[in-house]
């Protein structure tokens, strides 16, 4: 039987985490649940004790205090690939990812090694953003894209699903990024790798309690790495790219 957990970071998530853990739950009823809570001052850790402790699907890792999204990942992603998973699923704790839409890249991995929940395909859609919020995340994918060479649509988006395999060959661990820099990391790393990766579209819901982990420095932090990882990639892309020249025969003495 396949196992799959679904890492949900946590950092004062205490309005949202019950109610996506049920819903979660609900709509997939065979996997688990791992909650990375970053020593949340309002109760969010405690509160995933009381759920692990009445429901043996959801455990709890507690790390010391906030370090950002991509550290909680990677211990997350450590975790359960230290626990026998076989498959490894990534969302958010607000609500902004609808646990309904979960079977989409769960079916998406009879075909891939990774699914993205992609908000950028057709059929895919954002509800409650300002138009602002909206054009900063196109633009990151498509930046992302151009400097990477990715062809993904949704390079940022957090809904993600991997084989246990294919997570451990990207090799989230030895990632030093944070927030949209390590969902496109993970990426780029897995396009690298030569692992099928696929979009799912996926509604992406804003949410209603509490408030954005999104700042500025978390965008500019994303696409300074980008720049960086594309320019370190450049040559090689050229070389790709470069048409082989026909080279005429010598001729033949006689």
């Known amino acids: 039987m396949t196992r799959t957990i679904v890492v949900i970071p946590t950092y004062n998530e205490i309005e949202n985490l019950e109610a996506v853990a049920r819903r979660l ?3 997939v009823p065979a996997v688990e649940l791992l909650v990375v809570d970053d020593n949340s001052p309002d ?8 759920l692990a402790a009445a429901d043996e ?3 709890v890792l507690h790390r010391p205090g906030k370090d950002g999204l991509g550290a909680a990942y990677r211990a997350g992603f450590a975790w359960v690939l230290g626990h026998g998973a076989d498959v ?34 057709p059929g895919g859609a954002v509800r409650g953003w300002p138009a602002h919020r909206k054009l ?13 060479g990715v062809t993904q ?21 030895r990632s030093t990024s944070q927030g949209y820099g390590f969902q496109i990391e993970t990426l780029w790393q897995a396009v690298g790798q030569g692992l099928r990766v696929v979009e799912v579209p996926i509604t992406f819901v804003e949410r209603v309690n509490g408030s954005s982990k999104m700042s500025a420095g978390i965008v500019v932090e994303a696409m300074l790495r980008v720049t960086v990882w594309g320019l370190a ?17 010598a001729p033949v003495q006689r």
């Open 43 to 50: 109760g969010t850790g405690r509160l995933a004790e009381d």
């Open 88 to 121: 490894v699923v990534e969302m958010d704790a607000d609500g902004s990812h609808l646990p309904e839409q979960l079977p989409r890249l769960l079916d998406g991995l009879r075909v891939a090694d990774v699914v993205i929940g992609s908000r950028w395909v």
């Open 233 to 249: 990639a450049l040559p090689a892309r050229v070389r790709r790219r470069r048409p082989a020249v026909a080279v005429s025969p």
């Open 153 to 173: 649509r949704d390079a940022t988006g957090g809904f993600r699903a991997f084989t246990a395999p294919a997570l451990a060959r990207i090799g989230a661990e």
């Open 25 to 27: 739950l609900d709509a």
């Open 136 to 148: 900063i995340s196109l633009a990151g994918s498509e930046y992302a894209r151009l400097a990477l």
């Open 57 to 59: 699907r959801i455990h």
